[in-house]
């Protein structure tokens, strides 16, 4: 049964401490994403990477980190640096990066609420 | 700056109407467009999309129609039914630093289909 799994569903931090959420793909897809939703706004890009051990900024990149050590999983961090963390985080996956050709499937997203 | 826009943040239509779901966007260079379905807690799915080179494409009750001269495209169902009640996100291809290409995504519109 192939797909996106985002753990937790919900997380609650408290304020200046770090956190990192999970995403694994089992579709063999080269590419993967990190978006932000806030209410009432469009996905925001973060991070993304087209292949393994290489990864690139989005459009809202500070305060966040990434890795992509294996092809399936791509954690991301938020730092304490992240001024207003509390968000609805969305990760995606595409077997490339071009929209036209490679749809991008999206996971279940995890609800970061730092206190 | 929003390069994508969705004006009506809400639509509301009986069962068995057509919903009509508006997008407008800024960027001439913008070539592939999508439009995503999104449920509450969930992440967003694929739904129809056209190239800029068409102005038509239909799937089953879904059809969206680019208009390229006024930079508009919509999203019409036909029948609508309660089931396609939803969030629905707008988004453009646009190409990135590096060559690859990423989405931009609207706000969206919250579709209410009433039995």
């Known amino acids: 049964d192939g797909g996106i799994t985002q753990s937790p569903k919900y997380l609650f931090r408290k304020e200046g401490q770090n956190v990192t959420l999970s995403c694994e793909q089992n579709l063999n897809h080269d590419a993967m994403y990190w978006y932000r939703q806030d209410p009432g706004q469009g996905l925001r890009l973060i991070y993304y990477?087209?292949?393994?051990?290489?990864?690139q900024k989005g459009d809202i990149a500070e305060g966040y980190s990434v890795s992509r050590e294996k092809k399936e999983s791509f954690p991301l961090t938020v730092t304490s640096a992240q001024k207003n963390p509390t968000a609805f985080y969305l990760c995606a996956s595409s077997i490339g990066t071009a929209p036209s050709t490679d749809t991008q499937y999206f996971g279940p997203g995890t609800r970061l609420t730092v206190l | 700056d929003q390069q994508v826009k969705q004006n009506s943040p809400s639509l509301s239509v009986q069962e068995g109407r057509i919903s009509i779901l508006n997008c407008d966007y800024t960027n001439s260079m913008f070539d592939y467009f999508l439009w995503y379905k999104k449920y509450p807690a969930e992440g967003p799915t694929f739904l129809i999309s056209?190239?800029?080179?068409?102005d038509k494409n239909e799937d089953g009750r879904f059809t969206v129609f680019l208009n390229k001269s006024a930079k508009h495209l919509s999203l019409h169902i036909v029948p609508s039914q309660p089931g396609d009640s939803a969030v629905y996100f707008c988004a453009a291809s646009a190409y990135y630093q590096g060559g690859s290409e990423k989405l931009v995504f609207g706000k969206g519109t919250k579709l209410t289909v009433n039995p």
């Open positions: 990477s087209q292949i393994v051990n290489d990864f």
């Open positions: 056209i190239s800029s080179i068409k």
